[in-house]
């Protein structure tokens, strides 16, 4: 979801219901919702280097998460 034109995240438009179900909730501009998000996410940052060069940074919010981060070899 592009969460990016939200005034808040008190619009009332019900996006805890996603992150509760099973399965990947993905949102863009999920700083503009911080307040509503779940405790356990993973933060995907893409850095632009250059026009053809990007950095992927993943940080884990909760020790769960930590621990699955840690079992991935990149």
Sequence with gaps: MD???LD??????DLEEYFEKDGVCIIEWAEHI???LPKD????QIIRIDDT???VQIT???STYQSILGEIHL
């Design 8 to 13: 808040n995240a008190n619009d009332d438009l």
């Design 41 to 44: 996410f993973l933060d995907v």
């Design 34 to 36: 911080q307040e509503i």
């Design 53 to 55: 060069t990007r950095e």
């Design 3 to 5: 969460v990016y034109r």
């Design 60 to 62: 884990a919010s909760s």
